[in-house]
């Protein structure tokens, strides 16, 4: 970038104090032109004048003012609709550079939604309802000419133009068999989730409290790995755009159906433990994943450790330790898998992909896999003196894949839940008090449910 002209895709900003008001607005209308644009970005610590890297920010300039939580804010306050930004990072002789990834517009425009502060009666930076676009200098520019109205709509029109080409296919559509490839990155992505969870738990150990060492070590070897795959008409993955944005709201609507203080795939955004953007091998080829917290970064060991990735090819996996084993696997104690807890589990891995899928025009299945590790002697219990049948799991590891129709987990949820959840249970010998299909039943669900006293966690209407 050094050097460098700066085209109509790209801003160039020097090192600047982004809690000030009028800075804020100024950069509302850069990141406006920039998504009206077609998208681009915006570059923190380069002159806009000699394009030339500055260093380090100055005295009084924390980086924390160029980080993604603050650039959405400005986002949130100035524009609509809000589009997701994201923060990269450009090293260059050994300075990281504030990168900020704008998406292009949608089916509307970005628009100004309120004035920037006052200074000389006038408001700076922007001014509500005008619409924004780069100009050649480059300029920031309200919209005025027919090229620049022709472009911009071209764009809205191309966009919704897929959208409902996407709905149309996936109304009038009869999907094919996931694809072998769908299936085999699928299986990967859950192996690559849960050997690093295994492997995070190793290094844990040694680091927490002595009186903690056994039960992370246990939880490398006894944990689930749950993850489905969003597959299209044509039985292929589906490629997620803006995997942060899309995992943000599915994370807010599933504080309405799968919360208990915590729940799966969230983000958190604390910036030590906020999810980052990487890449891994598969299938043989690079794909990024969004990544949960590490569980080196975790402040506090609780009752059941998790990590999770969602690909930009439209898988998501999570690994849990079990809850049922905190406090270690004590002699005395039945190994088990309670009721509650599984359905919890299954409940939130489902909840996530109905969220997800809700948001991707296309969707026809889901592939859902379970691996569930560390299972042998356990028994099905209700709680830790309550059996559901005292018969115990021979094998140590219990995996399943299950395909469901994409409007079965719409439309019939409890119907698309008992069909995963089922086999699980199935694998717990009845030892004669009958077999899961005589006690399973939504009202079992919600009775379960409903001992997670946060009131977060319930079963979608069908």
Known sequence: MSGKSEDLS????????????????KLAKHIAALANHGGGYLIFGVDDKSRLPQGEPGPGLDRSMFSQDAISGIVKKYLDPRIQVRLEEASHDGVLYPVIVVPSHAGRPIIAVTDGPQENNRPVGVRQGEIYVRAAGPERAQIRSADDWNALLDRCLTHRADLLGNIVRQTIARPGRPSAIAIDALLEAVEATASDFSEQTGELAPRVAASDQKNIAQAGQNFSTLAYALVGDDGELIELGNVRGLNQRASIAMGEVAYIGWASFLPLNVPERAPQLRTGRLLGRDRSYLEGMRLAASAVIGGSLDYWR???????????????????????????IEVGFSLLRVHSLLAHARFMGQEIPGVQQI????????????????????????????????????????????????????????????????????????????????????????????????
């Open 310 to 336: 969602i690909y930009e090819t439209g898988i998501a996996a999570i690994s849990q330790s079990y809850p049922e084993d905190n406090g270690g696997l004590r002699s005395g104690i039945p190994r088990r």
């Open 367 to 462: 592939v859902v896999r379970m691996d569930w590790r560390g299972m042998a002697g356990r028994m099905l219990t209700w709680d830790e003196q309550r059996f559901v049948t005292p018969g115990q799991v021979a094998d140590d590891r219990f995996i399943h894949t299950v395909t469901l129709p994409w409007a079965r987990l719409r439309d019939t949820y409890f119907d698309a839940f008992t069909a995963v959840i089922m086999p699980m249970y199935n694998l717990f010998p009845e030892a004669g008090w009958g077999t899961p299909d005589r006690w399973f039943n939504r009202g079992v669900v919600e009775r379960e449910f409903g001992k997670f006293k946060t009131g977060g966690v319930r079963l979608f209407d069908d």
């Open 10 to 25: 790209v801003e160039y900003k020097a090192w600047m104090d982004t809690t000030q008001g009028p800075v804020r607005a």
